[in-house]
């Protein structure tokens, strides 16, 4: 899968964090030849993937000590081909020993998926 670019860096408005990133989704990813042949689409796991590694990206330190323990929701409204430019925006915030990540993913004009994430701190990443 293609690496997150930062878009926008990390920045705090109204006590949360906000960032974006950027991905281009290539026709050579492995996961086109099967799902679905003729008519490739980006699975919802792939997207789910894209948001947490652009997390990652943005803030490496937020994750140092996390592991993913949740989706909180996950809502796919459209979808991401080859080719594709997917743009995730992204908010968080932090609790004791929690993250809880909201992102939006779109592709141009279209909306892609909105999806909720949690990560408990303290254990591996």
Known sequence: MARPVVLRDPV???????????????????????????????????????????LRTVAP?????ARMDGIESARFTGTVVPGDELIIDLRW???????????KA???QSAIA????????GGAG
């Open 61 to 65: 330190e937020l994750l140092a000590d």
């Open 114 to 121: 909105t999806i909720r994430l949690t990560y408990r701190r």
């Open 12 to 54: 705090v408005v109204e006590g949360e964090w906000q960032a974006a990133t950027t991905m281009l989704i290539g026709a050579e990813e492995p996961v086109f030849a099967g799902h679905f042949p003729g008519f490739p689409i980006l699975p919802g796991v792939c997207v789910l993937e894209c948001v947490h590694h652009s």
């Open 106 to 108: 779109h592709s141009g």
């Open 93 to 103: 915030n932090t609790e004791a020993d929690r993250v809880r990540c909201s992102a």
